[in-house]
């Protein structure tokens, strides 16, 4: 998968790409990363690549020309050959009005072979960029960032997990809070597990040696060696760690009926 980004702050990224599952992708040949500089694509001695808005309003904005002139260079389908279904590219403006980016919305970009990044900044970007450019707005929170450098960090970093063979344990990305879908079925003969996929809910809570850590024993079910108390343990501290924290990932979650039973112990239990 090929990720490019396009900024005014390319040396941002010189720490944030460079460590632990993305740069292991890149070492592997699974990812590419390519960084570009607005800056090389304006036309006057300063380097201008923002102006004042029309109409007034505080700060500056991001002006269209050399975000257009960048994406002219790197031969980017046009945006009605993008938003195909057939597309294999996706351009993606970073903005605070975008769409909330959710392990859904990263699951559902792996369809694309290459994913372009524009890294909004100051008060934002000038609106022809998004309605004749992006295919897509995104968002990496209800909050307001200095710029988009971070959010396009965090969505590299999140795909790149996703991409076969960039974990060591490939297992691992099913497991992790918000996943949707569930854990692969047992094959004949294997031994059980005590593992569960996450189906959309927050994680399980992880323990590790030692056993006991200044008077806080691990619990008990973990030690014990039954993998089915050792799973029904951990999906009930997911959901009730979900209804804790975030009860609005249950409404789109993958129940099962056992989950609902939980669910409802749980419930009684808060009474």
């Not at 945006?79 to 993606?92: C, H, L, Q």
């Not at 992006?134 to 999140?158: P, Y």
């Not at 879908?181 to 996450?198: I, K, L, N």
């Not at 619990?219 to 029904?232: A, C, F, Q, S, T």
Request: with cysteine; aromatic share 6%.
């Amino acid at each position: 998968m090929k990720f490019e980004i396009l900024t005014i702050f390319p040396d941002f990224f010189r720490g944030p790409l460079d460590y632990g599952i993305v740069r292991k992708a890149r070492e592997a040949e699974l990812i590419e990363i390519l960084i570009h500089d607005l800056r090389n694509f304006t036309h006057d001695r300063h380097r201008t690549v923002d102006d004042r808005p029309f109409g007034g309003g505080e700060g500056m904005v991001l002006k269209p020309e050399p975000i257009f002139e960048c994406l002219e260079s790197l031969g980017v389908a046009s945006r009605d050959e993008r938003v195909k279904d057939v597309a294999t590219e996706s351009v993606v403006l970073l903005s605070p009005q975008g769409q909330l980016f959710t392990q859904a919305v990263a699951q559902e970009m792996m369809s694309r072979e290459r994913v372009i990044l524009i890294c909004g900044r100051y008060e934002g970007v000038d609106e022809r960029v998004s309605e004749h450019l992006a295919d897509r707005e995104i968002s990496v929170g209800d909050f307001v960032l200095s710029g988009g450098e971070l959010g396009a960090a965090i969505i590299i970093d999140t795909m790149s997990r996703l991409i076969p063979g960039a974990l060591g344990n490939a297992a691992s990305s099913q497991q992790e809070s918000f996943t949707t879908g569930t854990a692969p079925e047992r094959q004949e003969g294997e031994p059980p597990s005590s593992t569960c996929g996450s189906g959309g809910l927050l994680d399980y809570p992880h323990y590790t040696r030692p056993a006991d850590f200044r008077g806080m024993p691990v619990p008990e079910v973990l030690v014990n060696g039954n993998h089915d108390e050792i799973r029904k343990w951990r999906r009930r501290c997911a959901l009730r760690k979900t209804v804790q924290n975030r009860p609005d990932l249950l409404q789109a979650a993958a129940l099962s009926e056992e989950d609902r039973r939980l669910l409802r112990e749980i419930e009684r239990e808060e009474l």
